[in-house]
């Protein structure tokens, strides 16, 4: 089974009405998951940060409540949110080693409103 909060695969978000979200990290919250959008730490956290409601199914693509979470496609698939994505990394590389750990991105989710 593979488990969506430990994959490192890049993930979409794909809601009801057709939008969609590129995932740059997911933490699983008691309620369903919390994720993170790119450029999350530019972002108001609320924008940033975004928490799905709903229990987990699924082995990829998975099940949230009535969004499905599957691996982000290439450039032929979904070239926007690709494209989105292969920005994300270019800045997500200058972080280096100070990018935040799983702590401190949960600290991150918690001032959004997301945890207790």
């Not at 099940?63 to 290439?74: R, S």
């Amino acid at each position: 089974m593979a488990d969506l909060f430990s994959t490192t695969v890049p993930l979409l978000v794909r809601f009801t009405d057709g939008r969609t979200d590129v995932m740059v990290e997911c933490l699983r919250h008691a309620a369903g998951l919390v994720y993170f959008r790119p450029f999350w730490d530019r972002l108001p956290l609320q924008d940033g940060i975004r928490f799905v409601a709903g229990e987990v199914r699924g082995e990829g693509p998975w099940k949230v409540g009535d969004v499905v979470v599957t691996v982000l496609g290439c450039q032929g698939t979904n070239p926007e949110q690709a494209a989105e994505y292969a920005e994300w990394q270019i800045y997500r590389e200058q972080f280096g080693d100070s990018y935040p750990d799983t702590k401190a991105l949960r600290q991150f989710a918690r001032e959004a409103g997301h945890f207790d």
